[in-house]
């Protein structure tokens, strides 16, 4: 391969590039501000971001295979890079003042949120399996640390070390399972494995062993019951405005990865892993749902929310093996990963708006009364718990919709009734912080912070109005397609 | 003598006068600097076989990842740093007897193996690992991609472990 060669591998790539060049150059120019002007630092990640994003969407429609086949650029890639620079820089708005406030301003914390993006980005086009490793070591290392940020608080350095402990062993599975799907086809590249699965040279019982390990492995990355387990209690622990960020992000980074493995690589293997993930999904919905219905803290709740609808994106790959489905799984998927996106944001920002020192403020009876001193939250908050819940016309209706109807279209009514069920017994628990701040006397507190506000309220617009205008929406969805 | 074995005697000397400064050393950060002049050591033996390719790794794998990452886990945790403690304890004898009787095994051994008295076969000059090895890692056609995204995963986790580990106070 010669240079020109070399530079359009690059160039193909380029907001990665971008976004990693940034980071390390923040690194040392963040070395020149000082401790009281650490806004500035997250003003320019920001910035960094936003340049990266405006080069995607410059080029929505590029499709390249770089970097011999490691590395494939398609709508896929370019929809979900879209999602993890918006949700980046979402994640820097509420961030800024809430760091302030805990008095946890670091600028290191900015660099790093940086790095785990490039990460998440590397994840949407990696196409082979040493990318897809290395893209989620990258974009797990940070969180771990971004998790433990608030040391020396305990819940803090618990969440982190919790995270980091089951992280690295969901890693070591992932790693095993990639090590197996080698053994049994001798390559790591996905367009590889299915020469070879059409070769016939491909040892059978061992690629179904490590495609298994690898569903488990990131399983436990998108927190599919029972690889459950570390999410309420990281959720709970983390610094509000890192749990956000991780509770989308890392989320939808493990769904690209999952995504893109089994639709590309392993549809070949539905046949034994359809029932597998019949079981996942319907176990995810229902323990996600009735657990939550006991939470009294916002924040567990919306940990088990966030359980329960990685469950509701797993339907959509369910029917992944019937070839005339496969479309509309992606599509469905990504349709749901955005509402999903906005709706935590909307959520999480209202959350961070009255958590105070000390972890306090974070009670079901800390939002009552919210509607009347601080009607926009109590706003916001509702929208947002409307579109959990699947209320129309919110965007998280049309994202069930779409997977409820990519579940029929691949032949599986009992799995879509268990969805409309466990949404109906999610309506309770959702509603109730509805209840609470509408209809129970309280005395809240919480801050205003513009940028707080701008992206609650933005986000919430986004919800309804998107929701209704939906169809450009989904179009895109539906374009992006995989190479 | 040849000015090989003059070589291989300083070399050897300079190794195993490393290795006993390493359990010598009172301060934790110089016994570990003694352990890299001593991979070093062996660094160069590997050379003067011929094997480069076994150079070449351990020097990147020894000195460049175990030695740092040792002298990074001693910076960071504090107070462990200078070792005021005696040096020899109450088995220093029995320490010694055991050493002596596992070093006369180990030669008696290698003595007794047929292949420490024959000459080797010549490498195949032809092979060149280290430069295939070399080109598969920065080459656009082979590992460049996964080469470079390791070294940023690793500045990653460095700047994530100071945050944790540096002590602001």
Redo the contacts between chains.
Sequence with gaps: MNLSNASASLNAILPLVVVILWACALLLVDLFITKERKGLTALLAAIGMLASLIITLARLDLEAVVFNGMVTVDGFSNFLTVLFLGSGIVAVALSYDYLKRMGLEKGEYYVLLLFTVSGMMLMAVASDLIVVFLALELLSIPLYVLAGIATPRLDSEESSLKYFLLGSFSTGIVVYGIALVFGATGTTSLAGIVDAITAGSAGMGLLVAGAAMLLIGLGFKVALVPFHMWTPDVYQGAPSSVTAFMAIGAKAAGFAAILRIFIQAFPALSVDLTPVLWVLAALTMILGNVVAIAQRNIKRLLAYSSIANAGYILLALVPYGQSDVAADSVASALFYLLAYAFTSFTAWSVVIALEQVEGKGLELEDYAGLSRRYPILALTMTVAMLSFTGVPPTLGFLGKFYVFRTLLEGGFPGLAVIGVVTSLISAYYYLRVVVYMYMREGEPQAIRDPWLYIAATASAICLVVLGIFSQPLFAWASQAMLH | MTPVQILFILVAAVTLGAALMVVNARNLVHAALWLIVSFGGVAVFYAMLNAGFLAVAQVVIYIGAIAILMIFAIMMTRNVAGDSSPRFNSSQIIGLVLALALFAGLVWMTLSWSGATTTPMPLDSRADPISQLGSALV????????FE??S??L???L???L??AWDRK
């Design positions: 080459s656009p056609d082979g590992y460049v991609l996964a995204l390791a940023i995963l500045l990653g986790a700047v994530g472990a945050m944790i």
